[in-house]
C-alpha cells in the first residue's frame, strides 16, 4: 500500500520526491521504465506539465500512469494552456481517478517552447490555482455553483530562493502559502549557505519545503543553466569541480555532487527533504540518494 | 499620446494579396503611421515606386490627414477620379484606417501594414503598450503600472520564476512588470498592497466586441446585454 503524500508530508521523516519528464508522442516505454525505477525510492514523483512549453504527452495521463503502476503521482498544473473551466475539471477528474496531489505552476512562456505562435491563456495565476482547489474542497466550483461529489488534494507550489530581487519573489511565496500551498518545491538551489538563508526566513511559515536538486551533467550544462535559467546560479566552485572530472566521469562527479548536497540537507535539517530533479538522466536518481545515503 | 503602432507587412505577402488586380490607389496617413514611419508620404512613395517596378499600375496616392476619422469620407471624395481607375486600394493605415476606409468605399481594400498594439510615447520614437482595455482596472494598488499588459503573462499575484535582473526571461529589453510595481510600492511605502490577494480576473467586462452609446442627457449610461458592470 503506498504512502500518501499528505502522509509523508506529516511524518517528519526527511522527504525525497522526483520527477519524470513525459515523452513526445505516445510510445511510453521509456516513461514507464522511469516510474519503475523511481516508484521505490522515492515518496512521490512529480509528472511534468510540457514543461519548457513543449508539446508533451499529458501530465494527467502520466500521473494516472504513475498510480497504475502503484506509485504516488504529484501532478504539475501549470495555467498557461488551460482556463478556469480547463483546469477545475481536470481537478475533478484527477481526483476520480485517485490523484490526490496537485503542484500549482504559472507555466514557462510559450515563445521559449516548440509551439511559439499558440495563446497562452494565463486565466489563472498559480496562487489563484491554489486557491481555486480549496474552493472545489468546499463542495463549490469557481461560479458559485455546487458541486455533486467534491475533491480533496494535497496542493503545492514553487519559489526560487536566488530571485534577483528577492523580495517580490517571497511576497508571492507568502500569498501561495496563504492561498492553501501545503508544500514547496524552490528551482535549483546549489549555494546551500544561501539557502540556509532563505530557510532561516521561510521555518516561519506552516509549509513543508523540499529543495530543488537539479543533477549537474557537465561544466558547459552549469554554465548554460546560469546564463539562461531565471534564479538558478550555479557557483564557481562547483563548476570548477566539473570542470576538473575526468574526461567521461563528469556524470559521476555530477552525481557526488548531488549526492553530497542532498546529504548535507539532510544531516542538517536544513529543510524538510529535496525535489530531484535528472533532467533526461532519470535512471540515475537511485545512484544519486546511495550517493546521499538514502 | 497614443499611437496605433504598425509595421509593413513583407513585399511577397503585399504581391499576393494584390493578386491579379494591376491598377492600385495608395492610401497613407499623416497621423501615428507617418510618426511610426510606415505609411506617410516617403513610404508611400516608396511603395508607389516598388508597385511600379513590378509592373502595376499606380492610378494615385494620398495620405489622409487623420484616417480613421470620420472626415476621411471627404478626403477620400477629392481623390474620386483617381480611385475609381484602381481595382484596389492598398492601405498603408493601421487597421482602424483601413475599416474607415472599407465601410465608405466599393473596392477591395488591402492593409499593406499590420497594428501591432496601441502604444503610448514615453520618448522620441519610443512607443509602450501599457494598457489592454481589459475594463477592470487595478493599477490603483499597482503603483500605477499595469500588470495585465506589462507582465507578459498578465499575472496580477506577483512576479513569475521568469523574472531576470528586473527583466523578463522573453526580451532583455523588457522589464518585469512585477520589478517594477515591486520598487515603486516599497518606494512609497506601500508593500502591502503586493501582499494582497488578487482573485481571478473577470475577462467579459465587456464582451468583445466593445460598443458603447454615449449617454443621452436625462438617461442613465446603459450597458451592453450581458455584460457585468464592473
Known sequence: MTISFKETLASGKFIVTS??????????????????????????????????????????????????????????????????????ADLL???SRGIKNVLCLTGDSLVVGDHKEARGVFDLDSSQLLAAIRTL????????????????????????????????????????????????????????????????????????????????????????????VPGVRVPQELIDEMAAAPKGSTLSKGIEIAGRMIREIKDDRICDGVHVMAIGKEEVVPEILKEAGL | ?????????????????????????????????????????????????????ANRLVTGYMVLPVACDEITQEALA???????????????????????????????VIPALDTLFIGKERGLGEFHEVCRQCGACIIGETGGICPVITCHKGLVNGPCGGTKEGKCEIDPQKDCAWTLIYQRLKDMGRLDLMRRYQGPRNHQVVPRPGVFFVPQEGHALSWPKGATKP
Open chain 1, 137 to 228: 474542497e468546499k463542495g463549490k466550483d469557481m461560479g458559485g455553483n455546487d458541486l455533486d461529489g467534491t475533491v480533496s488534494f494535497c496542493a503545492g507550489a514553487i519559489v526560487t530562493p536566488e530571485a534577483n530581487p528577492l523580495e517580490p519573489q517571497l511576497i508571492k511565496f507568502e500569498k501561495k502559502i496563504e492561498a492553501g500551498a501545503e508544500f514547496i518545491q524552490t528551482q535549483a538551489v546549489y549555494d546551500l549557505d544561501k539557502f540556509r538563508d532563505f530557510m532561516s526566513y521561510a521555518r516561519q511559515f506552516p509549509v513543508k519545503i523540499l529543495a530543488g536538486i537539479i543533477l549537474l551533467t557537465s561544466a558547459p550544462m552549469a554554465r548554460y543553466m546560469n546564463k539562461n
Open chain 1, 93 to 95: 477528474f484527477a481526483y
Open chain 2, 78 to 108: 477629392a481623390n474620386q477620379s483617381a480611385i475609381s481607375e484602381a481595382q484596389v486600394l492598398l492601405i498603408m493605415t493601421c487597421a482602424f484606417g483601413v475599416q474607415t476606409v472599407a465601410r465608405r468605399m466599393d473596392k477591395i
Open chain 1, 19 to 88: 520527477e519524470v519528464g513525459p515523452p513526445k508522442g505516445t510510445n511510453l516505454e521509456k516513461m514507464i521504465h522511469h516510474i519503475a525505477l523511481l516508484k521505490e525510492s522515492v515518496a512521490a514523483i512529480n509528472l511534468t506539465d510540457h514543461q519548457s512549453s513543449i508539446m508533451r504527452y499529458p501530465s494527467l495521463g502520466a500521473a494516472l500512469l504513475v498510480k497504475e503502476q502503484g506509485g504516488e503521482p504529484i501532478l504539475q498544473m501549470t495555467c498557461r494552456d488551460r482556463n478556469r473551466l480547463a483546469l477545475q
Open chain 2, 1 to 53: 499620446m497614443i499611437r496605433s503602432i504598425t509595421s509593413q507587412k513583407s513585399m511577397e505577402e503585399i504581391e499576393r494579396l494584390l493578386g491579379d488586380y494591376n491598377r492600385v490607389f495608395i492610401i497613407g496617413c499623416g497621423t501615428c503611421v507617418t510618426l511610426c514611419r510606415t505609411g506617410g508620404m516617403p513610404e508611400v512613395l516608396q511603395m508607389k515606386e516598388k508597385l511600379e517596378a
